[in-house]
């Protein structure tokens, strides 16, 4: 990326298309309060463009020069960010609108292998066992997950080996 | 017949970019009771305004139509002009072919022309029957009633006073004051509220035409402008204010009594007041209350009974607040009507000026609202005042010890969807303020301030925020996204800055929130008894955003102040000052002109059958009798001329003058030919 951006009309109004049209829909209504990253955890873990960076580049008219960016692959569907939203923007929407985005341009940062490959194997692209502390505190251990269901596992396995994802080799 | 002169206008391309102006003017020309149709670029310019003028004076017509924006606006321009030539006014009329069809129309010029002239031939159809209407005075009474005693009825009030006119002050509370009288220092100048308000309070107190009614409230309005009779509720105190000098005896041994349990409003809930009270040090009248809800009857004290005998002492157990009254205030054992008493006034014109509250804090869960140490930005204002709970120490609730790293957290409940979608307009610079102050008296104080983006417009308010960075204060760009509660009640705060695209997160000692200014609940039931509207915000409305800021769409009735919409008290004193200048209107004129646009009673004509009286939404219609039989009879100062009488009645008796029943068919006739 150059040091410097051209505010281009026509690529911006591309990019807010390309993710409104990709389930990002309150892409526009974004003020840029920047309350949203002050809660994210993936922010938090070294993933600055999410949520509210994410926004403002697409804003910017970077969606094509973002598409290596593996920020988004950082994000944990936590919904912090929508709950804390003044404007109603559904960030983590517009965050899951860009990962299409990427992964219909077959776009993947490395970071993103891993949770590809938890994504094939369990069915959730970040897991973890959550068992012993789920006893604790008086649940049973076991979610009704894909995560501790084989069969499940197997269809999820065998839509990804499918999917255009198959062609890129990772499972 | 009448002599009609048509005159279309183009109104530069607004009408004329659609409509073929040309085609509609000989149209008309043609019409049989038409004697001339001219057109003209703007109708309304003088030169348009002279060829009206001009076919009047030359006796060419004797009835005008002009076919042009909105009666809504021009109207009265057109009514003057033709009035001035030496036409009775009311023989004018407008057909509306800008904003009822040029506008609306712009994609199909062709229909709209044939609209255009199908308007126009019923304008000239009513025209054409039209007769000429008087307007009529009536007196109006010269005084005012002012509601809210805040800094804006305060001004207004003694505005009022000053050109001479009684003026009726009532204020919910037992003093007046509002929440100026809560705040510390006020911003861009830094002086101190109560030194400047204090002086405004107390010429209000001491003002010959002021007639100063505390503790009240307004139950009901009823007139129009110029005559309105209002009912006012004068709560009960309980005290005997002839008597009270204001010592506070009472108020202090009933806090002991209660206690602590009763939050005091005054102090944001940061300390407790008794059930007998003084709002505050300053107060004005300085009159103790007893707040009945919270009495706890001590010693069996009831209000209305004679105290009980001591089995012990064989003497009778008086309340202590009773006992500790020097001045013989108190007595409990009187009757006391808990409602109080209604007073009747009559006024000629009202200024509401009610003010706002501030959001609570209890709405921002991810505010951590249930910590002590997170406040809102006006409890602040009372630990920073010299009047506070603390005595202008700055401590923090949990422990009352001084913090060392104090947060502000911008726009809670402001600019936000789920609350208010506005900028509440006096958060920024009352931070600022804030922070600025505290950073005078402690420079050692870490001071953390989070905005969106600062909002600092005003005479002198960037310079007043520039300064405060200068001082060393933290200002960043970013919402906090939320906050921790950590053990021994200290906070962790979530926060973002936006320039260097970073998460922020630290320990902060004091939390303040600058929660939305909005209008309470309460608001309802004034608006239900004056008739005020309430804009998008939640707000009252006023007539025009732009050119009718005081004034409502309730004529004799004006808004000042924070009720109106956020502001600051620069603004909110312009504001007050400008109310009371429109308000005064109608009493300087001692009349007010009643349109004769209104329904009659042919009492000839009229078989007594009553079917209109409850039908008019305006009480306007009461029965008279007329040679020992009752009639209906209509007040013109209540009809506002909506004409459902006339139309419900089954002996055609009432007329509403200006709508005829002919120049309505002949209008009908024209539209549908
Ligand atoms: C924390 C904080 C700090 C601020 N600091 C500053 C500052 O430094 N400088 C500045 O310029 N502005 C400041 N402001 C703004 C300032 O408070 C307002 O501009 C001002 O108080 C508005 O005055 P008002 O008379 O419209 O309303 P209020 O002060 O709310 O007065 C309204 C009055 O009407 C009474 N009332 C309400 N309803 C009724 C009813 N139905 N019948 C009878 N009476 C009724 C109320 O009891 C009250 O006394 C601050 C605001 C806040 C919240
Ligand atoms: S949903 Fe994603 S973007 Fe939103 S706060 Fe959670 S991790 Fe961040
Ligand atoms: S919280 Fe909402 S409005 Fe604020 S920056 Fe994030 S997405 Fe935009
Ligand atoms: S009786 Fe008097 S002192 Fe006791 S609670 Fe009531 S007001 Fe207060
Ligand atoms: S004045 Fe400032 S803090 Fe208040 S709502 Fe407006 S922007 Fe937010």
Redesign the pocket.
């Known amino acids: 990326m150059s040091d410097y951006i051209k505010l281009d009309s026509e690529k911006i109004s591309e990019g807010v298309k390309t993710i409104t049209e990709l389930g990002g829909h309150g892409i526009l209504k974004c003020v840029q309060c920047g309350a949203c990253s002050a809660v994210c955890p993936g922010v938090k873990a070294g993933f600055p463009v999410l949520c509210r960076l994410l926004i403002k580049k697409v804003l910017d008219g970077q969606l094509e020069e973002m598409i290596e960016e593996s920020s988004s692959w950082g994000c944990q569907a936590c919904n912090r960010c929508t709950e804390v939203c003044p404007q109603g923007v559904r960030p983590q929407e517009v965050v899951f609108a860009f990962r299409r985005y990427q992964a219909n341009e077959l776009a993947f940062s490395t970071s993103a292998i891993t949770s590809q490959m938890n994504l094939h194997s369990y069915g959730h692209a970040v897991f973890s066992d959550a068992r012993e502390l789920r006893k604790k505190v008086g649940l049973a251990p076991e979610a009704p997950t894909s995560a501790y269901n084989e069969k499940a596992q197997k269809e999820i396995q065998t839509l990804l080996e499918n999917s255009p994802m198959g062609e890129l080799g990772l499972y | 017949m009448a002599k009609v002169g048509v005159y279309v206008c183009h109104c530069g391309t607004n009408i004329a970019g659609v409509i073929d102006v040309e085609a509609v003017r000989a149209f008309a020309e043609a019409l049989p009771e038409v004697v001339v149709a001219r057109k003209d670029l703007f109708m309304c310019s003088d030169s348009g305004q002279e060829l009206v003028k001009q076919d009047i004076r030359e006796g060419l017509v004797d009835r005008v139509v002009v076919a042009a924006c909105t009666p809504r606006t021009h109207e009265p321009i057109f009514r003057a002009a033709v009035e001035s030539a030496g036409l009775n006014k009311y023989l004018f009329e407008m057909a509306n072919i800008r904003d009822q069809d040029s506008w609306v129309h712009p994609d199909n010029p062709e229909q709209a022309t044939e609209k255009a002239m199908k308007l126009l031939a019923s304008a000239v159809g009513k025209a054409s029957r039209l007769k000429p209407l008087e307007d009529k005075y009536v007196d109006v009474t010269q005084a005012a009633l002012v509601?809210?005693?805040?800094?804006?009825?305060i001004s207004s009030a003694l505005e009022l006073a000053n050109m001479g006119y009684t003026t009726y002050l009532?204020?919910?509370?037992p003093s007046?004051?509002?929440?100026?009288a809560q705040?510390d220092?006020?911003?861009p100048t830094n002086d101190c509220?109560a030194c400047i308000l204090t002086p405004l309070m107390v010429d209000v107190g001491n003002h010959p035409n002021i007639k100063l009614m505390t503790y009240?409230?307004?139950e009901e309005v009823e007139g129009f402008i110029g005559n309105f009779t209002v009912k006012v509720r004068h709560k009960q105190s309980y005290i005997d204010w002839k008597k009270c000098t204001g010592c506070g005896d009472c108020a202090e041994v009933c806090v002991e009594q209660t206690k602590g349990r009763i939050p005091d409003e005054f102090n944001q809930g940061l300390s407790p007041r008794g059930a007998a009270y003084i709002h505050f040090p300053q107060a004005v009248p300085k009159k103790a209350v007893v707040d009945a809800a919270n009495c706890i009857s001590c010693k069996g004290h009831k209000f209305g009974q004679e105290p009980k005998i001591s089995k012990k002492t064989g003497k009778p157990m008086i309340a202590p607040c009773q006992e500790a009254c020097p001045a013989d205030a108190i007595d409990r054992s009187q009757q006391f009507d808990p409602n109080g008493t209604i007073e009747e006034i009559k006024v000629g014109s009202i200024v509401v000026?009610?003010?706002?509250q501030?959001m609570d804090k209890k709405w921002f869960k991810e505010l951590a609202p249930d910590s002590p140490n997170v406040v809102t930005?006006?409890q602040?204002?009372r630990i920073i005042s010299a009047t506070g709970p603390s005595g202008g120490k700055l401590v923090r609730p949990s422990d009352q010890q001084k913090p060392k790293t104090i947060t502000f957290v911008s726009c809670v409940g402001s600019r936000d969807e789920n609350f208010h979608t506005y900028c509440s307009r006096?958060?920024c610079?009352?931070m600022i303020?804030q922070a600025r102050l505290l950073k005078e008296k402690y420079p050692d104080l870490n001071i953390n301030m989070h905005f969106i983006d600062v909002r600092a417009a005003g005479k002198e308010y960037d310079e007043y925020y520039t300064g405060a960075r200068k001082m060393g204060i933290n200002i960043l760009k970013g919402k906090v996204g939320g906050l921790e509660v950590l053990p021994e009640d200290r906070l962790r705060v979530l926060a973002y800055d936006m320039e260097g695209a970073v998460p922020i997160e630290y320990e902060s000692d004091l939390v303040v929130l600058a929660t939305a200014?909005e209008l309470?609940e309460?608001?309802k039931?004034?608006a239900q008894a004056t008739g005020l509207q309430f804009c998008g915000s939640h707000f009252y409305r006023e007539l025009h955003p732009k050119l009718g800021p005081v004034e409502t769409s309730v004529r004799g009735l004006f808004l000042?102040?924070?009720?109106q919409g956020p502001?600051?008290?620069?603004?909110?004193v312009s504001q007050?000052k400008g109310a009371a200048a429109v308000a005064a209107v109608p009493l300087a004129q001692g009349k007010v002109k009643i349109d004769p646009i209104i329904s009659e009673v042919h009492a000839e004509k009229c078989s007594g059958c009553g079917i209109c009286i409850p039908l008019c939404p305006y009480d306007a219609i009461t029965f008279r009798m007329v040679a020992d039989r009752p009639r209906a009879e209509i007040d013109m100062t209540a009809c506002k001329g909506c004409g459902v009488c006339t139309t419900a009645c089954p002996s055609a008796a009432i007329i509403l003058h200006g709508y005829e029943e002919d120049q309505i068919y002949a209008q009908i006739a024209a539209l549908t030919a």
């Open positions: 509601i809210g005693g805040g800094v804006a009825g009532v204020e919910k509370e007046i004051g509002g929440i100026m705040l220092k006020t911003f509220s009240s409230e307004v000026a009610t003010g706002y501030v930005a006006l602040l204002e006096v958060c610079m009352y303020k200014i309470p309460t608001a039931k004034l000042a102040g924070c009720c502001k600051d008290i620069p603004d909110t007050a």
